[in-house]
């Protein structure tokens, strides 16, 4: 019998942008009627896309989501529910499970078990400020038996409300001990124990474990999970004050389980592991959420005649416009923009009227009130401008330097609601060309800023620290001298008297003079430390002001990387030919070594050969002992322990990193919207001639030498 109806989940979270949306959290299930999916075709379903309508089973709203961000899960049956527990049962520890605990695939977690951590982690942060009270207490119940059994019943919409902070906490403590297996499985532990050893910062610590934890061997289930734990343990330790290392110890049992296959792993380096990702703000989601697909506008509201109706609206449907968020939402939003980025949103007054401008400005968030008093706007009297989007729109065009002379900065990038992701709005590809053209100069300008600066700070530092050298041999110096002068003093005395008694004045004036002559050069000696001091006070200032130069440009960086990747995706799309893009970036088509592409592939290249590089399923420590000792650049590419990816291993700085390789309907990639290749070998082919630095900073590296192939000599 066909169905009426089909069931999807949500992969990311969702804020609703238009009256006719519904918001969606990653799990919600929601329940989409095949009459409504238009020019419905047999198959549609399982590959979701434009926007659908359809209720969100834990809200119970209706309304319209993007298709893009959820997954089909099956067609909706009509028979009672089948059960689905969230609340596993610990199952006892046998030979099977010891097996399997140390084999390359790690148990993954159930999805209900994720979304139950995730509602059991926001209903405890809406209570507030008691969270470091509850998680200081000791071992775990698992919670009131009631609790268990309606998270089990009805996972989506049961009330937690209804239940204190204490039985909220002790549940999902409970939950995590109980899970059949461990959250951090055993293949991943020794590496970050390692990482967490040789770590001493506990940011630095914290981004290496996020590297770590992206590796193929967690269970996409597993890092789901993790993800919603970590940041809610780090909003807990920032909002509340609460010590990372507490929660630490709070949740270290819970989250590695020990097992006999783990017994010697020091708690310590446990708690150290979940102390450093807390500090760090938790793990981010492996994927960046797609961009939004285009949706309809909407027919306009006709305005008043007084026009007051109109200026309201128009505030409503700025793009940059968040009406009543968070102070934390803005910063997540605006990390790591470049300077000029901005968003207005309500004040936290909470009055009519009050709005607050943050302004991304030096690599910093800056607030800035917008008064209004009789119908006029503006950052400080006299008020002059006749609504919030005229106040906007002037700056973007003029710096508010005229406000104040320390933001000598236009608003030039809107954080929008509306299209975050969708960075190209040319529809043409002539404009679309010249856009990128515009930004990849702006990108080669502040790189060989950056460059300049580098090798300034670069220079710098090497004469500081020869300097620090320096003073430490001056304080040496001074000791011995001291030392001297002591003895000198000490002895004198003696000789002075007994020639005294002598009637040998010379003698007496010899001696005299060579203190004098050795205090002289003691005070010499010091003095020129006293001023290489100085000089190094100065030139360190310097050396943190040119530090600060080179982080506010990074974003920057970041960001016009991002928006000239999208126009180069774009244009590829639409097929633009590759003498005509080289073009437009400034690249001789003749030079295969400046730029990102190139227009003729060499035939010779032993990437052409995919047994040359394909290595098929085997793990990922078979993967390290191929290419351990090989130079940097060395690669290979396997089946990947996810299901339906691969993952590619390859050499950087002498180390062998992982990472995976997404197979979407559009094509193979790391990340969106790069999954656009149709095979491996086009994928292998593209990395051959560009760095992969362009996904993830550590990985500064081309793949360049196939692990089976005998490059050609002169070849590198």
């Known amino acids: 019998m066909a169905s009426d109806s089909f069931q999807f989940r949500a992969l990311f979270e969702y804020r609703r942008q238009h009256g006719d949306d519904i918001s969606l959290q990653p799990g919600d299930l929601l329940t989409v009627p095949k009459a409504s999916l238009p020019e419905y075709q047999e198959g549609d379903e399982r590959s979701p896309r434009g926007w659908l309508h359809g209720t969100n089973d834990r809200t119970k709203e209706k309304g319209d989501f993007p298709g893009t961000f959820v997954e089909y899960v099956g067609a909706l049956r009509t028979g009672p529910p089948a059960a689905r527990t969230c609340w596993p049962r610990t199952a006892a520890l046998t030979a099977d499970s010891l097996a399997a605990s140390s084999g390359v695939e790690a148990e993954p977690v159930s999805e209900t078990a994720v979304v139950a951590v995730w509602r059991l982690a926001d209903a405890i942060e809406k209570h507030g400020p008691n969270c470091e009270s509850v998680y200081r207490a000791g071992p775990s119940s698992g919670g009131p038996a009631e609790l268990r059994q309606a998270l089990d019943s009805d996972l989506f919409s049961v009330d937690l409300d209804r239940f204190d902070l204490a039985s909220l906490a002790d549940a999902l403590r409970g939950l995590l001990l109980d899970l059949t297996a461990p959250v951090i499985p055993d293949s991943l532990r020794s590496e970050l124990v390692y990482a967490a050893q040789e770590t001493e910062s506990l940011d630095e610590c914290g981004e290496r474990l996020k590297t770590i934890l992206e590796s193929p061997s967690l269970p996409q289930n597993n890092h789901r999970l993790l993800v919603h734990l970590s940041r809610h343990l780090s909003r807990v ?4 004050q609460v010590a990372p290392k507490l929660l630490g110890q709070s949740f270290a049992e819970a989250v590695f389980r020990p097992s006999p296959l783990s017994g010697d792993v020091n708690p310590e380096h446990q708690v150290r592991i979940l102390e450093a990702l807390i500090t760090s703000g938790g793990l981010e989601e492996m994927q960046p959420p797609p961009a939004l697909p285009p949706k309809p506008a909407k027919s306009q ?7 007051t109706k109109e200026a309201g609206a128009s505030l409503q449907e700025a793009e940059w416009y968040w009406g009543d968020i968070s102070r934390e939402e803005v910063n997540d939003k605006l990390r790591d923009m470049p300077d000029g980025t901005f968003l207005v949103r309500d004040a936290s007054t909470k009055m009519q009227g009050d709005y607050t401008l943050t ?18 706007y503006g950052f400080s009297d006299p008020l002059t401008f006749g609504s919030v989007v005229e106040l906007i729109s002037h700056y973007r065009h003029e710096s508010l330097a005229q406000y104040n002379t320390k933001l000598d900065v236009k608003l030039m990038y809107p954080i929008s609601r509306f299209q975050q992701d969708q960075l190209v709005k040319e529809d043409n590809i002539d404009a679309v060309g010249k856009k990128l053209q515009e930004y990849h100069n702006q990108y080669q300008d502040k790189s060989k800023e950056y460059d300049r600066l580098y090798e300034e700070y670069t220079k710098t530092s090497q004469e500081i620290q020869m300097k620090r050298t320096a003073i430490e041999a001056f304080n040496e110096t001074i000791k011995i001298f001291e030392e001297q002068c002591h003895t000198q003093e000490r002895y004198s005395k003696d000789y002075i008297e007994r020639f005294r008694r002598e009637g040998n004045d010379k003698e007496i ?5 060579n203190y004098e002559k050795l205090k002289s050069r003691l005070g010499e000696i010091h003095d020129s430390k006293v001023r290489l001091e100085q000089d190094l006070k100065t030139q360190a200032l310097d050396n943190r002001e040119t530090d600060k130069k080179m982080n506010s440009l990074k974003p920057d960086l970041i960001q016009l990387r991002k928006i000239r990747d999208q126009y180069l995706v774009w244009l590829n799309h639409k097929g633009v030919r590759q003498k005509r893009i080289n073009d437009w970036l400034g690249i001789k088509n003749e030079n295969t070594d400046d730029g990102y592409f190139v227009t003729e592939e060499d035939e010779n290249l032993p990437h052409h050969d995919e047994k040359s590089w394909f290595v098929g399923d085997i793990n990922r420590t078979q993967a390290e002992e191929l290419l351990t000792g090989k130079q940097d650049g060395a690669f290979l590419i396997r089946e990947s322990s996810k299901k339906g990816c691969y993952a590619c291993s390859v050499v950087v700085d002498g180390e062998v990193k992982h990472c995976v390789i997404y197979s979407t309907p559009r094509g193979f990639g790391f990340a969106e919207p790069y999954n656009l290749y149709g095979s491996l070998k086009e994928l292998v082919l593209h990395y051959h001639q560009t760095s992969l630095v362009q996904h993830n900073d550590s990985l500064n590296v081309r793949l360049a030498h196939p692990v089976y192939a005998q490059m050609p000599s002169g070849r590198r």
């Open 509 to 513: 004036e010899r001696i005299m003079m």
């Open 359 to 376: 302004l991304r400005k030096g690599g910093n968030n800056k607030l800035i009130k917008i008064y209004h008093r009789d119908g006029k």
């Open 301 to 307: 509201q006709p305005s008043s005649i007084n026009g």
């Open 237 to 240: 330790s920032r909002r509340q």
